[in-house]
């Protein structure tokens, strides 16, 4: 079975500054990881994921993610915060040989000018 | 390329009565699903199609019924609505099931029972 666990229903950070959103994952399986962002209003759209390969794992809009096995996280981070990042952020895990995306609870993300 | 479209945005219904919830995309994908979306729950799937003609249960399939018309179409349908199926409730689809691809999100349709 897998699950996800994301810390902190809610950051806020200042514009300029470093975005770090928390996820840890629970699989029986090789897991693969995605983060998907959400506007107010509007349908889920993928950031980035991690299937197999590099740890490091670059997505849209300057965000990132490393795969950390050890650790059984897979923590999304941005630089430099801006306020077009003011979203809801999702992390979710597939098992290998599984058909189902497992959903975090969400965090949402406020960037104060 | 409308991608995932949903209808209707929003609707209210009254405690028993019926509606279907229509969902549709234009990018040839096999797979398709759908979700509800409640505060501090994350998305919970509902139901999913891994390819045309098949449906499978998900986490909270109680309530609902689905229907893989075609390739393009999956309806999701409450015969009987309660207060807690009040939520957003979003179609998505993939090119394929149980692997690795990604899932294209349409824009919600937000229910009220009341």
């Known amino acids: 079975a897998q699950s996800v666990t994301q810390l902190g229903s809610h950051v806020s950070v200042s514009e300029g500054a470093l975005v770090l959103l928390r996820c840890n994952y629970s699989?029986?399986?090789?897991?693969?990881l995605f983060w998907y962002v959400q506007y107010p209003n509007q349908g889920l759209q993928l950031l980035l994921k991690y299937t197999t390969g590099a740890t490091l794992v670059k997505g849209i809009n300057g965000f990132e993610a490393e795969f950390k096995k050890s650790e059984t996280s897979f923590h999304l981070t941005k630089p430099s915060a801006h306020m077009s990042d003011a979203a809801e952020y999702f992390c979710a895990v597939r098992g290998a040989g599984t058909d189902k995306l497992i959903f975090g609870t969400g965090t949402r993300l406020q960037v104060f000018p | 390329n409308a991608g995932v479209t949903q209808t209707p945005k929003f609707q209210v219904l009254k405690t028993g009565q019926s509606m279907t919830l229509q969902c549709a995309q234009d990018m040839n994908h096999n797979s398709m699903y759908w979700y509800r979306q409640d505060p501090g729950m994350g998305l919970r799937l509902i139901y999913y199609s891994a390819s045309e003609g098949t449906t499978d249960k998900g986490e909270v399939p109680n309530g609902y019924n689905v229907s893989r018309l075609n390739k393009r179409e999956f309806s999701l349908r409450l015969e009987s609505a309660a207060p807690s199926q009040t939520s957003v409730y979003f179609c998505a689809s993939s090119e394929l099931a149980g692997i690795t691809d990604t899932q294209y999100f349409g824009p919600g349709t937000r229910l009220t029972v009341l």
């Open positions: 699989s029986s399986v090789p897991p693969y």
